[in-house]
């Protein structure tokens, strides 16, 4: 852990100094956060809501933070199962199956009117809704973010070695259905 | 590793960029928004009610369970079949009563029973001595005072 990551958990778990602190780390991991939790569920206004819920529980247990792990894993490991709950919540709600709630999250993306990326972005996005909810996990924190196989395997709680499997299975699997529909 | 390298070739043809996109100055705002989620959420004391509801809540699921199995087993039994057990010991009591009664009376009162079946003749004390008469030796009235 750096000298600084160190610093802010220091004045996080001290409350005269826990607010300013708690300003800071938001500046620092908002938009990191945020992009993470995107691609996950795939629409801007629940990114929104599970990224504020992110950090309330950041505020809320930073004083059990064990520092056994970097600042980074640790709030990418909150962020993504909040995301996680969210996804699982909602289809439990609505009592659908996984590739129901596939279709769901790519009638999202097709309706985002935040999404402006062009045709074949498009098809890497509906591609990758195909893929099972680790694997897809896995290559966007790969693939976009460019995430160390290492620091994954903290916030996944899952193995190197299962994790390079999960990356090679999705890139595949994405690239027959690119093939697939040109 | 050249596997994964072959089978990325049609991924490396798409430009690596972020397709998607947030409202104008929503990076700018989020901290703010985020205070006042942040003071509402401070303000909320969780209750004394609300632990101790958490701390019984299993108790109280267990208690739950076993109330509707009862309501599920014992409800329907008695409101499709009420007068099953009630019936069978009102049976039972009348047949233990005719029994005795018919042990306790001599034959000449049991066949006036017979022939006023709509009667209400009663075992009188004389009805007894009578009965014991007839029917029991001494010997076995002086072991039956000797046992009680």
Redesign the interface.
Known sequence: MDQDDRKLINDLKDENRKDLAFHTLVKIYQERLYWHIRKIVMNHEDADDILQNTFIKVWKSIGNFREESSLYTWLYRIATNESLTFINSNKRKSFVSMNETSEILMNNLESDPYFEGDEIQLKLQKAILKLPEKQRLVFNMKYFDEMKYEDMSKILDTSVGALKASYHHAAKKIEEYIKGIE | MD??NN?????SK?K????????DQ??DN??A???M??EA?KKIVPAQKNRIITFLKPALGLAASFALIFMLVYWPLKTYMPNRQANNTETEAYDMQYINMVEEIDENSFYSLLDEPNGSAELTDDDLESYLVANVSEYEMYNETKIN
């Open positions: 596997e994964l089978i990325s070739r049609e991924l798409i690596k960029e972020n397709p998607f996109k947030t409202p929503y990076f989020f901290s928004r985020l205070q989620k942040l959420e």
